[in-house]
Nanobody, 119 residues
Framework: QVQLVESGGGAVQAGGSLRLSCAAS????????MGWYRQAPGKQRELVAS???????NYADSVKGRFTIARDNAKNTVTLQMNSLKPEDTDVYYC?????????????WGQGTQVTVSS
């Protein structure tokens, strides 16, 4: 069984930094895209950043220049470095990955980690 486990959320003041990490484990044959989404209560989950297995990145306009996504294919991990944080970045952040287990490709999600930015 495949699992994604996130870490690194917390509370920080505006202008500060946080680093989120996500590790995939279990019966993994290959990982395609990995990414981070965020969701506020009552709102739809939105893409923050994604990265392909080859390292091509994509960012939401609201985080460009402030957030950096990276992955370690050998360790099956993805990180999100968040700098110059703003109160509007406050959300629950979810890690996701498209993973090939023994039989098929599926999208997996982490449990979510809270990020709170105070003004």
């Amino acid at each position: 069984q495949v699992q994604l486990v996130e870490s690194g959320g917390g509370a920080v003041q505006a202008g500060g930094s946080l680093r989120l990490s996500c590790a995939a484990s279990g019966s993994i044959f290959s990982i395609n895209d990995m990414g981070w989404y965020r969701q506020a209560p009552g709102k739809q989950r939105e893409l923050v950043a994604s990265i392909t297995s080859g390292g091509k990145t994509n960012y939401a306009d609201s985080v460009k220049g402030r957030f950096t996504i990276a992955r370690d294919n050998a360790k099956n991990t993805v990180t999100l470095q968040m700098n110059s944080l703003k109160p509007e970045d406050t959300d629950v952040y979810y890690c996701t990955a498209r993973i090939l287990d023994r039989f098929k490709w599926s999208d997996y999600w982490g449990q979510g980690t809270q990020v709170t930015v105070s003004s």
